[in-house]
């Protein structure tokens, strides 16, 4: 199984400020990855697919970037709504991988 | 537009059966796979399974092999999560999700979520 390590665990930032997530994946999984925003009771909406590719309707603060193992999720001007968790995720080798899909532990982007 | 249309909460005893649905619309049902995943409060998702509905292919996380069961219904354009018999650590939020097709297989359309509570 493809393990993903998201760091830091907790980010405190203030709106207007930069935010850089990290996702580092265990084994590589080339562009395959993805970023979603999960806020309480909603579903969690996806960001950045292809590791690099905003999804439709994104706002362009939002950006991704790395491939292979290390990969980065950067939000260059917090706005207040951009406060949530932040999930990655890898589907390498889908469907002919045993193990399947997974995703990281999460980013929680707090208001300092 | 691309809809995934849950059904309602459920609160069940352990040992009780259930299936959960998912309805979609907007889109050839047939043409992409459909996955589950599991939330729970303070831990990331869980990717459980997914089915390609056109031959019914399956595949399961080797975390929820055998404790859940994927389906779908070609005609209904509806995709099912069941459990034979449940515990209460089957308490969460389950999410069934489209996954877009080759290269990437990301997921892009997310149904409401069903919460289902398990207690006795």
């Known amino acids: 199984e493809i393990v993903l390590t998201q760091s830091p665990a907790t980010l405190s930032l203030s709106p207007g400020e930069r935010a850089a997530l990290s996702c580092r994946a265990s084994q590589s999984v080339a562009s395959s990855l993805a970023w979603y925003q999960h806020k309480p009771g909603r579903a969690p909406r996806l960001l950045i697919y292809?590791?690099?590719n905003r999804a439709t309707g994104i706002p362009a603060r939002f950006s991704g970037s790395g491939s292979g193992t290390d990969f980065t999720l950067t939000i260059s001007s917090l706005e207040p709504e951009d406060f949530a968790i932040y999930y990655c995720h890898q589907s390498s080798d889908w469907p002919s991988r045993p193990s399947g899909l997974t995703f990281g532990g999460g980013t929680k982007v707090e208001i300092k | 537009e691309v809809q995934l249309v849950q059904s309602g909460a459920e609160v069940k005893k352990p040992g009780e059966s259930l299936k959960i649905s998912c309805q979609v619309s907007?889109?050839?049902?047939?043409?992409?796979?459909i996955s589950w995943v599991r939330q729970t409060p303070g831990k990331g998702p869980e990717w459980m399974g997914s089915?390609?509905?056109?031959?019914?292919?399956?595949r399961y996380s080797p975390s929820f092999q055998g404790q859940v069961t994927i389906s779908a219904d070609k005609s209904l354009s509806t995709a099912y999560l069941q459990w034979s018999s449940l515990k209460a650590s089957d308490t969460a939020r389950y999410y069934c999700v489209r996954q877009e097709q080759w290269p990437y297989y990301h997921f892009d359309y997310w149904g409401q979520g069903t919460l289902i509570t398990v207690s006795s």
């Open positions: 292809g590791a690099s």
């Open positions: 907007g889109y050839t049902f047939t043409s992409y796979w």
């Open positions: 089915i390609y509905p056109r031959d019914s292919d399956t």
